[in-house]
């Protein structure tokens, strides 16, 4: 399986640069995985495709302002941190980072950086790669609110524009701090939609899966099975799991709101579909040939070419279906990517 034969052509201009006014007004194509049939929809059409019993999952995470600049100790050298994932402090200690430094490739252990004019104090404490290093941060107060005031949100490189509400770049349902890149299939909904939904009689349940910046990297590999997929922390409540379990044992369908809650779905999951309360790490790496498990019907966006996401959906519904669907859709100028449009594989 080439990497290559999950590429399609995309005009530029169909690139969404900022989100719609309304969340629900983006449109959503509606793919059958078992016939290959499109149908044309808006979000809030999503309706007529849930049925009482049925459980729509979400992945709660939240997006923190994980770029920050700063400048290197004593040099005064400037420096750009995007911070990937919160370590193992049982491994680490408390406060270390993995992190992407821009310019970072001479950062040895010891190598110190201040940000905020000195609100955080970054040490080097081990090397991954050329431009990754673990760090660990040193601060008074409360970490998450000095990034609040010193960071911003890394939005994802094919977004050339400024974002004047960073809040569009987060679910209305974010409560979990630690992700680097939002779950973008959750940015359709809002509380009086999730409220249409409950009042249908349909379960709400919310894991955690983190998403790191490796969501949005190319697969670099000729060799699909090549690939190494990046691991991300997930989290999965005994209370979310019961409603999971509750819809599959009554014969309901688990709606999956994007490939992150998927993942964790999937990675948790038994043979027969049905989920324990954990939490972890997963590098589940999805793509066709897999038989899934838990998830019946799958909620995303329209993801880019070659990566491991167009991956996991072709998957879900056979690559020749997806792309097709996806041809469409460009024929149809959907909107493509974080701030697009949205698709519904059933």
Request: charged share 25%.
């Amino acid at each position: 399986m080439k990497t290559s034969d999950f590429n399609y052509i995309l005009p530029h201009e169909l690139i969404a640069q900022h989100p719609l006014e309304c969340r629900t007004a983006s449109r959503l194509l509606v793919l059958d995985k078992n016939d290959g049939s499109i149908e044309h929809k808006t979000f809030e059409n999503l309706l007529v495709f849930l049925t009482q019993g049925d459980c729509l999952v979400l992945n709660d995470t939240k997006v923190i302002p994980a770029r920050i600049f700063g400048k290197k100790i004593p040099s005064g050298g400037s420096i750009e941190f995007v911070l990937l994932k919160h370590l193992d402090s049982d491994k680490f200690g408390n406060d270390a980072w993995e992190v992407i430094l821009k310019p970072g490739r001479k950062a040895k252990i010891g190598t110190r950086f201040e940000f905020g004019d000195g609100k955080l104090i970054a040490e080097v404490i081990d090397i991954i790669d050329d431009g990754k290093r673990i760090v660990r941060f040193a601060y008074k107060g409360v970490f998450v609110e000095i990034l609040e005031h010193i960071g911003t949100m890394p939005l994802p490189p094919y977004i050339t524009e400024k974002l004047d509400d960073q809040t569009r770049y987060q679910t209305v349902y974010a409560l979990n701090d630690g992700s680097a890149a939002a779950p973008t299939a959750g940015l359709h909904f809002t509380p009086e939609f999730l409220e249409k939904i409950r009042g249908m009689g349909v379960e709400i349940a919310y894991l955690t899966l983190h998403v790191g910046l490796g969501t949005f990297r190319p697969v670099k590999v000729e060799e699909v099975l090549n690939h190494h997929m990046h691991s991300e922390q997930y989290s999965i409540s005994a209370e979310c799991a019961e409603k999971i379990n509750f819809a599959k044992r009554n014969a309901n369908k688990i709606f999956s709101v994007g490939t992150t809650t998927t993942r964790v779905l999937e990675s948790v999951s038994d043979e027969n579909g049905f989920v324990s309360a954990s939490e972890g790490e997963t590098s589940i790496f999805i793509y066709p040939g897999y038989k899934f498990k838990c998830v019946d019907s799958l909620i995303t966006n329209f993801h880019l070419p070659e990566s491991t996401l167009i991956m996991l959906v072709s998957a879900f519904a056979s690559r020749e279906t997806v792309l097709k669907a996806y041809e469409e859709a460009v024929a149809q100028q959907y909107r493509f990517f974080s701030f697009g449009d949205a698709m519904l594989i059933k």
